[in-house]
């Protein structure tokens, strides 16, 4: 009985189908991109952490180490010596920090009771020339806040608000307020126009919609406004140099510049390093601790 089975062909034998060979090769070049994008990322996140890496170095140095030139990278000896140093500088690393807390704290309840009306009102109401009075209001972002310091310094010594936190943080306030209030807007006019609506036919007022129903709603943009004006109220120097001349009313800001100061006009470079380091602890803690919060507001402002 004769056998009909005709041998593969020679060029067949142990080679995959095509379709199998491009799918290999398609997985094969995507591990690549992503080690190639992974390789990337970490070497982003390096140069990004090391010159925190470098100033937490530099700040458990010794101070013969700290100014020694060419400089080391890497200390010798660990020492806490910098930061005894800056806890313990003229009136107190505490005293400094709660000048800083108390005027930032001051600084976000201002923004928030001016940016939350004026947001809603932007957002929601029926204003003529609403729109123009908004770009203007925006339009003061542009003016640099140093040139108000000066018309502000003698109107606040006259008002006796000179050498105040509260007057300080009226000034920070004052800088930080136009971008407060976009945020707040475009949070307000992400919110559906059916459920104001339906407040109203329930009985609510303007104040009882904005109280029960929008706040709840906004609580990313008012955490957004909380942060950036803790974030500009905390780092900010030049107004808090201009309005405070007592030592125990100075901020964080001030004190680094004066802790930096060694003998004979050197630059304690590890007691500096060591009050930067304890500066951003808290704009760190509270960064982590509302991201949530901060990036859906920031993004719903942005985006819209």
């Not at 932007?122 to 123009?132: D, Q």
């Not at 802790?259 to 304890?278: M, P, T």
Request: proline share 7%.
């Amino acid at each position: 009985m004769t056998n009909n089975v005709q041998p593969a062909p020679r060029a067949m034998v142990g080679k995959p189908p095509a379709d199998v060979a491009d799918q290999g090769h398609m997985a094969g070049e995507s591990k690549r991109v992503k080690y190639l994008l992974g390789a990337i990322c970490v070497f982003v996140i390096a140069v990004m952490i090391s010159p925190l890496a470098l100033s937490i170095l530099a700040s458990l140095k010794l101070r013969a180490d700290a100014s020694k030139v060419p400089p080391d990278y890497l200390p010798h000896q660990l020492s806490f010596e910098p930061y005894v140093q800056v806890y313990n500088f003229q009136a107190g690393l505490p005293t400094y920090v709660w000048n800083s807390v108390f005027t930032a704290g001051l600084t976000i309840c201002f923004c928030l009771l001016l940016a939350v009306p004026a947001g809603y009102g932007l957002a929601r109401f029926r204003i003529p020339a609403k729109e123009f009075w908004f770009v203007l209001l925006l339009a003061t972002m542009m003016i640099p806040f140093q040139a108000l310091l000066v018309p502000l310094y003698l109107t606040f010594a006259k008002l006796g608000l000179a050498n105040t936190h509260f007057g300080l943080a009226i000034v920070h306030t004052v800088i930080q307020l136009p971008f407060s209030i976009y945020i707040m807007r475009n949070a307000f006019e992400a919110v559906p126009r059916e459920l104001e609506e339906a407040a109203v036919i329930d009985g609510c007022g303007s104040v009882q919609v904005l109280r029960r129903i929008f706040l709840p709603l906004v609580v990313p943009g008012l955490v957004t406004v909380s942060l950036f004006a803790f974030i500009t109220s905390w780092n900010e120097f030049i107004s808090a140099l201009i309005f405070m001349n007592k030592e125990t009313a100075f901020t964080v800001p001030i004190m680094l510049v004066s802790v930096r100061s060694g003998r004979l006009g050197a630059v304690d470079w590890g007691a500096l390093q060591a009050g930067v380091i304890l500066s951003i602890i808290p704009c760190v803690l509270i960064y982590l601790l509302l991201q949530r919060y901060y990036v859906s507001g920031f993004l719903s402002g942005a985006v819209k």
